[in-house]
């Protein structure tokens, strides 16, 4: 099984930033992440996509949120990033990272699966 841990919401005004981090563990077992990504989810609203990035680099985000977060990743350290600027009010939801994960049986890798965390609150407001 891989557990993600995430850690950096909080309360923030207007024009604030956060910083929201999310490390990816094996309780015991070796495995391997390729894409991870952050999502997020308003009261009454869907859960939506905020920033994904793949095991290369490559990166996407919502419209949204496009100039103001910035999402990384430390390979080494099966951790993803999220840099938040220029926070809104409209930004104000539970935020959630998922990964996609392959776990070593001990001969091969098996098929992936999808990892989510358990969530972190970020409120926006004055």
């Known amino acids: 099984q891989v557990q993600l841990v995430e850690s950096g919401g909080g309360l923030v005004q207007p024009g604030g930033s956060l910083r929201l981090s999310c490390a990816a563990f094996?309780?015991?077992?070796?495995?391997?992440?390729?894409?991870m990504g952050w999502y997020r989810q308003a009261p009454g609203k869907q859960r939506a996509l905020v920033a994904a990035?793949?095991?290369?680099?490559?990166?996407n985000y919502a419209d949204s949120v496009k100039g103001r977060f910035t999402i990384s990743r430390d390979n080494a350290k099966n951790t993803v990033y999220l840099q938040m600027n220029g926070l809104k009010p409209e930004d104000t939801a539970v935020y959630y990272c998922?990964?996609?994960?392959?776990?070593?049986?001990?001969?091969?890798?098996?098929?992936?699966?999808?990892?989510w965390g358990q969530g972190t609150q970020v409120t926006v407001s004055t």
């Open positions: 998922d990964a996609e994960a392959k776990i070593w049986s001990g001969t091969y890798y098996g098929p992936s699966r999808l990892y």
């Open positions: 094996g309780s015991a077992s070796i495995f391997s992440i390729s894409a």
């Open positions: 990035i793949s095991s290369g680099g490559s990166t």
